[in-house]
């Protein structure tokens, strides 16, 4: 069966530091990779996702990266964090087709200081 | 472009009694339509999931939704509330249009509280 890991499930950042949160799919190849972030009282916004390796494509502009090394490993960085980039991050896989829906990572709760 | 809408913010019910959680869909494409349900500090589950086959969709923990094409709706619901669905509820579809990004289109949430 298919699994995704996310770590770490907290992270406390000063800001200006840097930033690295991975994900990382088992039990499958070549999925549709995700990155949301969720801030405090509102809705998923999505941030990067990822059809293949090498191959991101982002929704917003903002302080944040992706990077995708391999099929099933995900990676969002930043040279440095600001107090926006506070919030609940979460990585998400599917099959390549929107019919199937995502698989959810259990997420990040990242807070700059 | 495909939207959806939850029309509700929040939503207090007390345990025992039905739950209606309501989200109303735009799409130029045939949709496929989720609920996803999430859990403070924990991340998305899929509730259940409407891909055009019967409009009536059973999903977990005693939830189902129904699937109104002339009234462009895919309504949550459960006939008797536990404390444990005290959650935040996402009505979510599928981007259609974006060929095979997958890419979902996430309501704004419900939030459920279920008082004793």
């Known amino acids: 069966s298919q699994t995704i890991h996310q770590w770490p499930a907290t992270l406390v950042q000063p800001v200006g530091s840097p930033l690295s949160l991975e994900c990382t799919v088992e039990?499958?190849?070549?999925?549709?990779l995700y990155w949301y972030r969720q801030a405090a009282g509102r809705g998923l916004q999505l941030l990067f996702y990822?059809?293949?390796?090498?191959?991101i494509s982002s929704e917003v502009p903002q302080n944040l990266s992706a990077s995708r090394p391999q099929d099933r490993q995900f990676i969002l960085s930043s040279k440095k964090l600001l107090l926006s980039d506070s919030g609940f991050y979460l990585c998400?896989?599917?099959?390549?087709?929107?019919?199937?829906?995502?698989?959810f990572g259990s997420g990040t709760r990242l807070t700059v200081v | 472009a495909q939207s959806v809408t939850q029309l509700d913010s929040h939503v207090s019910v007390s345990e025992g009694t039905p739950v209606l959680l309501r989200c109303n869909y735009s799409?130029?494409?045939?949709?496929?339509l989720f609920w996803y349900v999430q859990h403070p500090n924990k991340g998305l589950q899929l509730l259940l999931k409407y891909t055009s086959a019967a409009t009536l969709v059973k999903g977990i923990n005693g939830f189902e939704a129904e699937f109104k094409k002339s009234e462009t709706s895919f309504h949550l619901t459960k006939p008797s509330a536990h404390m444990s669905d005290a959650a935040e509820y996402f009505c979510?579809?599928?981007?259609?249009?974006?060929?095979?990004?997958?890419?979902?289109?996430f309501g704004q949430g419900t939030t459920l509280q279920v008082k004793p």
């Open positions: 998400a896989w599917n099959p390549g087709r929107g019919l199937y829906g995502y698989t």
């Open positions: 979510v579809v599928s981007d259609q249009g974006s060929s095979n990004t997958g890419k979902l289109i």
């Open positions: 799409s130029s494409y045939s949709p496929s």
């Open positions: 039990g499958t190849s070549n999925p549709n």
């Open positions: 990822s059809v293949g390796i090498g191959q």
